[in-house]
């Protein structure tokens, strides 16, 4: 297979990626163990091999799922209670792979088409596939709705799944609020021409918080469509 030649963005971007996954050496422990398990492991079982505590693992094995390296189920546990997480590998072969984010072609298909739609019903449309995506993508990581989750530890997930897909993302606090800031698009220019694909961002980390968190209020504070340095989506649960 030829090489994929990378624009900067997109190497800084890969670069930022692998460094969230596995740039503690405690992760990149689990996902070898993870690896070797074609059963899979629980959260106590790695916390136990590594002799870490279990919530510190089950920490770092969920970074791992939320970059797309192992995937996560619901384990029977034969008793009553909630079901134990079990982690296993996405493959069977020890590699990474990593997703651009976008395909040029498709991309401005979808910038054009929205262009012919009034703006409004445009930002609708483009958000409501957002939310759609997002709430896959949160699903996949075995992630839903859970009371004792906190605003910021669901918002944190949202990152590093974003970073994931291509944008370069981290949460921070502003204030009394939080925000997610994402250094990339991998919309790429095509968002320059149609900066209502914006909107898709937007549904995204909806989608996402509405099931890793419940509802909340999403707006973007600056974009990189519109000359922002970054993308910055602001954050108020509702």
Do not use: W
């Amino acid at each position: 297979m030829a090489p994929v030649a990378l624009s900067p963005n997109d190497f800084a971007n890969m670069v930022n990626a692998i460094t969230s996954a596995f740039g503690d050496p405690s992760r990149r422990e689990m996902y070898l163990l993870v690896h070797a398990s074609s059963d899979g492991l629980s959260a106590s079982e790695v916390a136990e091999a590594t002799g870490l505590h279990s919530n510190v693992a089950r920490h770092h094995l969920d970074k791992l799922v939320s970059g797309g390296y192992i995937e996560v189920s619901q384990r029977a546990t034969g008793s009553a209670g909630r079901p134990a997480k079990n982690y296993r590998s996405t493959g069977t072969n020890l590699e990474l792979e990593f997703n651009l984010g976008h395909d040029d072609i498709l991309v401005t298909l979808l910038g054009k088409a929205l262009s012919r739609l009034p703006l409004e019903e445009a930002t609708d449309l483009a958000e409501e596939v957002g939310m759609e995506f997002g709430r896959k993508m949160a699903e996949a990581m075995g992630e839903h709705l859970d009371p004792q989750r906190s605003f910021r530890s669901a918002l944190h997930v949202v990152a590093d799944a974003l970073s994931a897909h291509g944008f370069a993302a981290h949460a921070e606090r502003d204030g009394d609020k939080l925000r997610i800031v994402a250094e990339h698009c991998p919309f790429g220019d095509v968002v320059i021409n149609h900066p209502v694909i914006c909107a898709v961002d937007r549904g995204m980390v909806r989608g996402m918080l509405g099931t890793l968190y419940g509802d909340t209020e999403v707006a973007l504070a600056s974009s990189i469509a519109a000359g922002d340095s970054n993308c910055v989506t602001s954050i108020q649960a509702s």
